[in-house]
Nanobody, 123 residues
């Protein structure tokens, strides 16, 4: 059974930082695309960052590039999302997801999803 578990969300003030974590089973983590998506109230879920675990190559949505950094600890089967200079509009449920390859933000390509971790940013 493929499992993804996110952690690290919380309530912070604007300008602060958070690091989200996503731990995956070994089967999922090896040579996979691990992505972070977010779903804000009243908006569609959007992809924000992805990393290919085999090469550590990354891709970011234009809306977050420069503030979000995705990284991995292969030995821990964990992917991180460092979020700096948080803004109220970053408030959302953040989800980790796994796909066989990177390069697309199409949710259907990501077959495994975690339960999400909430990020709330106050002004």
């Amino acid at each position: 059974q493929v499992q993804l578990m996110e952690s690290g969300g919380g309530s912070v003030q604007a300008g602060g930082s958070l690091r989200l974590s996503c731990t995956a089973s070994r089967y999922t983590f090896s040579s996979r695309c691990m992505g972070w998506f977010r779903h804000a109230p009243g908006k569609e879920r959007e992809g924000v960052a992805q990393i290919y675990t085999g090469t550590s190559s990354t891709l970011y949505a234009a809306s977050v590039e420069g503030r979000f950094t995705i990284s991995q600890d292969y030995a821990k089967n964990t992917v991180y999302l460092q979020i700096n200079s948080l803004k109220p509009e970053d408030t959302a449920m953040y989800y980790c997801a796994a796909a066989s390859s990177c390069g697309t933000w199409t949710e259907a390509d990501f077959r495994s999803w975690g339960q999400g971790t909430q990020v709330t940013v106050s002004s």
